[in-house]
């Protein structure tokens, strides 16, 4: 777990007790769904918005190029356990919002959550921040 401990450009995920690394390996999220999660994951303590506006073109990649395989019922509902031990994890890391866009980001793949919901739910976040 060495490389775990070292983290090189800052502690945005060091500081957390679970990594987003650690969750998606064990989720194995598709590419695209794994980058929204790390970004929206960071956002607060690396690039602020313009990660948020990273997860809104992952999620239009998402969308291009979709996945080549579909999860059974037992993958997603293993999926939903390790999104919640993720969060739960981190929960001081992450607002209501921030857990709720990794959330939805995940859904689209359990639950054929629709991917425009969640960019539209992201963009709200870059908004409100837009705002401050």
């Known amino acids: 777990m060495e490389a775990l401990e070292m983290q090189i450009g800052g502690g945005h995920y060091k500081d957390m007790p679970m990594q987003p690394i650690e969750f998606l390996q064990a989720a194995g999220l598709p590419f695209t769904l794994s980058n929204c999660v790390k970004y929206l994951a960071r956002w607060k303590s690396k690039n602020g918005v313009e990660d948020l506006r990273k997860v809104v ?8 190029v979709p996945p080549a395989r579909r999860l059974g019922a037992v993958e997603r509902s293993r999926l939903r356990k390790l999104t919640m031990k993720f969060l739960l994890a ?12 990794i959330t939805g980001t995940v859904a689209i793949v359990t639950h054929g959550e629709r991917v425009g919901q969640v960019r539209d ?10 705002a401050k």
């Open 121 to 130: 739910f992201v963009q709200i976040m870059i908004q409100r921040e837009a």
């Open 57 to 64: 073109h992952y999620l239009a990649l998402h969308e291009e």
């Open 90 to 101: 981190n929960n001081r890391h992450f607002s209501p919002m921030d857990a709720a866009a």
